[in-house]
C-alpha cells in the first residue's frame, strides 16, 4: 500500500516535470500506517467536525497528501488531479492549498507554518471540548513535519507553546531523513530533536519509519499521552530509488525515467503509471471506509445533544455570527454618543471587546505578552490553560509568529474567531502567517496597537513607519485604522464579518479626540473612506455646490490633525474639508462613482498619516500632498515628534497653501 503511494508520487513529478518525490517516497509507510490504522476521518463527509486533522507541515512533499486522498477515495482527488500535478486549475498544486473539501486542512509551503498551525487546531479542539463535551469533540491533530520546519525558528515557538498548554492530542511525526536541499542536513545542523521535544514537555521518541510495526507501536503509545508526542522516525529520503535515494538529489525533481525504472523493480510494482493494481485499491478504500461508522455514531451523539446546545455548536461550526453582534456594537455607540471619550483607540478596542466577546463567545483572544498594552484581555475574560481549556484568553507568551500561525489554526479548524495583540511595529514577525490567513480566507484578527511615531519614547525600534503600507500591500488583508472610540467599534464589527480574510486593527497608544459626536446607526467605516467633517461654507448661496478648497485625508490619530488644519485653513479662508480613510480595502473596492464621490473636487488633495506615502496616491492622486513620514522616527515624547517630524496641522496647512499657490500659477 505505502508502493502505491511511491508510484503515484514519482509518476506525477515525472509527468510535471517538476515537485519533490522524495518526501512522499520515505514517508509512504508512516502516512500508509496513520490513514490506514489510526486516523479518523471520513471521505464522503471531509468537512466532518470531529474528524482528526492531518497536516503536512511540509508542503513541498504535497505528493504524499494527494496521493492519500486519492487512494483513500475523496471523491474530488481523482487520478485526473493527480495526473495534472501543478497544472493550472487542478486540485494538485504545487504545494497543498486548503480546500476543505477536498482533505487539505491547511495551506503549506513556507517550512514550519503547518505545525504551528496544528498547535492552533490543537488548541482548538481543546477549548471547544470543555464547553461542548468530549461526545461532540474529540480528536487529534496529527502532523508530518520536515528536518526543514524544525529548523525553522517559528517551530520553537509552536513546539514551547504545544508543550506549555500540554496538548496532548497533538502528535507530531518528523520525517527523520537528515537531508535537506544542501545535503545532509548535518551541514548546518546538530539539534538532538528528541531531546529538544522532551525539554518542552513533549513525550518523544525514535524509531524506524520505514517499519510499520514501529510507527504502529508508537501511534499507539502517542494515544494515551498526558502530553503532546513527537515521533521521531527516521526514513530514507526517496526510499526505493536505487542512485538518488537517500540523498539531496531525490528531494525537489523529477527521478527520471531510467531511476523510476528501477525504483519500480526495486520496489516489486510492475504496475504502469498512474495506475494502482485493483486488490491494493480496495484495500485502501477499505481503509477510507474505516471512519463513516464514527462518524454516523457522531452525528446521533450530536442529535442528541440538548437543542439549543447542537444550534450553538452548529452556529460556531458554520461560522455565523449572531444578531447580538449588531446589539453590542449599537449599545456600544449609543454609550460614546451620549459621553464622548477621549481615550487611546487601543482603549476603546477594549471598550468593544467588553461588549462584543460577551456577544460573540466564539472569541478567543490572546496577546504575545502584551496584554496590557494591546488591551485584548476584556475583564470578565477568563486565561485558557492546560488546567481550564475553557479559558478563551491566551497567554501565548513572547511569540508573535508562533501566535499568528497558532490564530490561523483555531480559524481553519472551526467553532473559534481567534484574535490576539501586539505591537504593530512587530506585524514583521507575524507576517508569513498573516499573508497564509489572507491567501487561504482565513478569518482572524489582529489587534496591532503603538501604531505610529505616536508611541514615544520606545523609539524608532517599536515606531512602525512602513508598516500600515507593507500590511495594506498583502491581497485579502484588510487593514483598519480608526480614528476615535466610534470608529473603533465599527472597524471591529467588520473585522468580524470579514468571514473570508484576516483583518488588522492598527490601534493608537496616545488619547485621540471622539471627532465622531452624536448616534449613528450605520456603520460609517463600511465605506473606508468618508466626509467627516464637511467643509465650512463661509456665505452659502443658494444652490451653491462649488467644491471645498481643499481636500484633507487621514486615517487614525491624524484624522485629528487634519481637522485641526481645517481649521487653521478656515482661518485664512480657505475651506477644507476632512476625510476619514479607516480602510484602503472597503474604500478600494467601491465602485468607481462612489470613490469619485468620496474623493471630491477640491484644487487640492492632502493625506496625512504618520507613515510612508505609498498607497496613499490611490486617492490623492500623484500630485497631491502628503504629510507623513520618510524615514525612521526617534526617541522622545510624543507631542515632540509630531513638531519634530512635521506631522503638525500647521505644517497640512501650509503644504495645502503651498499646492493651492502652485495651482494658482
Ligand atoms: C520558509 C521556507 N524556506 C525555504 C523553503 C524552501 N525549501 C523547501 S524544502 C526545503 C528543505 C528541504 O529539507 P527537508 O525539510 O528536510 O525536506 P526533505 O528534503 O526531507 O524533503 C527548503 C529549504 C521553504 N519551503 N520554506
Redo the contacts with the bound molecule.
Sequence with gaps: MANAIRALAMDAVEQAKSG?P??PM?AADVATVLFTRFLKFDPTDPAWPDRDRFVLS????SMLLYAVLHLLGYEKMTIREIRRFRQLGSLTPGHPEHRQASGIETTT????QGLANAVGMAIAERHLAALFGSAIVDHKTYVLV????LM?GISQEAIALAGHLKLRKLIVLL?D?G???DGP?ALADSVDQVQRFKSAGWAATRIDGQDPAAIAAALDAAQESDRPSLIACRTT?GFGAPTKGGT?KA??APLGADEIAAARARLGWSAPAFEIPASIRDAWRAAGARGRPARLAWAERLAALDAEKRAEFERRTHGELTCLLAAAVRDVKEKLSVSPKEIATRVASEMALDALTVALPEMVGGSADLTGSNNTRPKAMKVLSPGDYAGRFIHYGVREHGMAAAMNGMALHGGIVPYSGTFLVFSDYCR?AIRLAALMGQRVIHVMTHDSIGLGEDGPTHQPVEHLAALRAIPNLKVFRPCDAVETIECWQLALETTGGPSVLALTRQNVPQIRQGFDEANRCARGAYELIAAPSPSPRAGDAAPADVSLFASGSEVAVAAAARELLAARGISARVVSVPCFEHFLAASEAERAAVIGEAKVNVAIEAGIRDGWDAIIGSDGAFVGMTGFGASAPYKDLYRHFGVTPEKVADAALAKLKGRDH
Design positions: 519533490h522524495g518526501l520515505g511540509a508542503g513541498h512533499g509551503g513556507p517550512l514550519g520536515s528536518d526543514g520546519d525553522e520525517d531523513n537531508i535537506s536541499i542536513t529520503i539531496e528531494h525537489g508569513p
